[in-house]
């Protein structure tokens, strides 16, 4: 194999956050993993990633959420992935990183994923290497949303969510974003949506009446989140509504099975989805294992009013407006 020639100039990629539009999850398997039926969407929000030569590696992060306290060693996933290059194309340059964050870090809108798709399109234009097969297969080994996060717009997931079919959709959705005060991880949320099945199928029908409001009630659906792996069926009313353009329907059937055990470990959560509910949201839906939650507005000036009304709200760090969906991880330079 002839080793392609390395750039010497810096190169810029983008990669997009996103939500998931459903979010189906089963059992878990041998390795821990949970299968997934979800629907992601790429939205506005971008992140902005720079590689550059140099004698050895670093990472420097700036941006809207430069303070929130990114790991700056391999535990970066922008490092990871250029190290995941290295190992699996022989590449051997050292980069300099900047990422310019601009998803909020650790809602559940994968913005950390997105900087491992930029950093991964931008350090194969840099090394000049261009099988984009490779570079999905070096992107699954990185976590479970980072193929999304590199192919971009709506696309279904199955498996980790990371075996992804692209999907058609029309028009564009305008979203809220309410991120939270408090903070959740993505293995707890996990962890917890077991236990609390594990609950529910050693009590009798009758006796799992552990209502918890309305907010609870509907997020998890009509008690799908109960039963096993059936639940995993495909989310066809959500891929209907998105290829006609139907966001009232859209609205009628985004599903997130995450949203019980979520609230259960951060009761705030049904709060804020109960104060978007009351101010008119057309969807109300946690973003992947949240904290975060999104709010499906009807225009932009709906979405407006909206983050005005969130931003008061208890339990709401802060509130932005995007758009869906957005590209995939591109090259801007
Ligand atoms: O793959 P990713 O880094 O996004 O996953 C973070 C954690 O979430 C995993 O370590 C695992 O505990 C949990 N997870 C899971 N099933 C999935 C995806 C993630 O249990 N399909």
């Given at each position: 194999?002839?080793?392609?020639?390395?750039?010497?100039?810096?190169?810029?990629?983008?990669?997009?956050?996103?939500?998931?539009?459903?979010?189906?999850?089963?059992?878990?398997g041998p390795d821990g993993y949970h299968e997934l039926v979800t629907v992601f969407e790429a939205l506005g929000t971008p992140e902005t990633v720079t590689v550059e030569l140099a004698a050895?590696?670093?990472?420097?992060?700036?941006?809207?959420?430069?303070?929130?306290?990114?790991?700056?060693?391999?535990?970066?996933?922008?490092?990871?992935?250029?190290?995941?290059?290295?190992?699996?194309?022989g590449w051997g340059g050292n980069v300099e990183i900047t990422i310019d964050k601009q998803v909020p870090v650790a809602g559940g809108m994968g913005g950390g994923s997105a900087d491992a798709a930029a950093a991964l399109v931008a350090v194969a234009k840099l090394a000049g290497f261009e099988d984009r097969e490779q570079l999905r297969q070096i992107a699954a080994t990185l976590g479970s949303d980072v193929p999304f996060a590199l192919l971009g717009g709506i696309a279904l997931g199955r498996g980790r969510g990371d075996d992804l079919t692209r999907v058609l959709s029309q028009g564009t959705h305008h979203w809220v974003l309410a991120t939270s005060t408090g903070t959740l991880s993505t293995p707890e949320v996990y962890r917890r949506v077991d236990e609390l099945r594990e609950q529910s199928a050693g009590q009798s029908p009758a006796s799992s009446g552990d209502e918890q409001g309305p907010d609870v009630a509907q997020g998890v659906g009509d008690g799908e989140t109960r039963s096993g792996p059936a639940r995993l069926a495909e989310p066809t009313e959500v891929l209907a509504a998105l290829a006609s353009g139907d966001i009232e329907k859209l609205a009628a059937h985004v599903h997130n099975d995450m949203t019980e055990a979520a609230v259960s470990l951060l009761p705030d959560i049904a709060h804020v989805m109960d104060e978007g509910r009351r101010a008119g949201?057309?969807?109300?839906?946690?973003?992947?294992?949240?904290?975060?939650?999104?709010?499906?507005?009807?225009?932009?000036?709906?979405?407006?009013?909206?983050?005005?009304?969130?931003?008061?709200s208890r339990g709401v760090r802060e509130v932005v407006r995007t758009t869906g969906p957005a590209r995939g991880a591109h090259i801007v330079t």
């Open positions: 194999m002839t080793r392609p020639r390395s750039l010497h100039k810096p190169v810029t990629a983008r990669a997009h956050g996103k939500i998931n539009l459903h979010l189906g999850v089963g059992d878990p050895e590696d670093s990472v420097e992060v700036t941006g809207r959420y430069a303070s929130a306290g990114i790991p700056l060693d391999e535990n970066n996933l922008a490092l990871a992935a250029v190290i995941a290059f290295r190992e699996h194309t949201a057309h969807a109300v839906l946690l973003s992947g294992s949240g904290p975060t939650v999104g709010f499906l507005a009807q225009n932009a000036t709906h979405a407006l009013e909206l983050a005005v009304l969130l931003e008061a």
